[in-house]
């Protein structure tokens, strides 16, 4: 009987552990976000190291010309100087690029925005709220109530408070 019990709790528990993902707070969500990039960092450096990927080049700046190229930067500094700007330009459009690329469309921002308010699965609780509107007989008052709960995703009913 025991037994049972064990099994019975620990396939709950198992359960409950699936439905709802464990909460970590935001020290150890960044604990955790950087053992996984030193991890990638570690792993990437073997496969350099095995010769799996290339090394990546130097990234050389205006800053440390001296210090990554030293003789060379000193036979021509002019045409490494542009070398150079146009390497730190090229880095530049890519990032930029990578953003427009990762950036979300109007309608995607839209149903994340949605998503986030109405979808969420933890909220069980259902908000009440009592409005006192004083007169509902103007069209545009009613089109403007209308709107808005339809908005904010808004059920309910009202009372003509004119005729106690």
Do not use: Y
């Amino acid at each position: 009987m025991f037994n049972i019990l064990v099994r019975l709790s620990l396939l709950r528990s198992q359960l409950h552990h699936r439905l709802s993902p464990l909460k970590l707070t935001k020290k150890e969500q960044k604990k955790l976000r950087t053992q996984q990039r030193l991890a990638r960092e570690k792993d990437k450096q073997e496969m350099i190291r095995q010769g799996l990927i290339e090394p990546p080049k130097p990234k050389v700046k205006l800053s440390n010309l001296m210090k990554v190229l030293g003789s060379e930067a000193t036979q021509d500094p002019t045409k490494l100087e542009m070398e150079i700007r146009s390497a730190a330009a090229e880095w530049e459009q890519a990032h930029v690029d990578r953003n427009i690329a990762r950036k979300l469309t109007p309608a995607e921002r839209r149903e994340k925005k949605e998503r986030k308010l109405f979808d969420d699965p933890n909220t069980v609780e259902t908000t009440v709220s009592v409005l006192q509107i004083n007169d509902l007989s103007h069209p545009k008052t009613r089109f403007k109530v209308d709107v808005n709960a339809q908005e904010n995703r808004l059920t309910g009913c009202g009372r003509d408070l004119r005729w106690h």
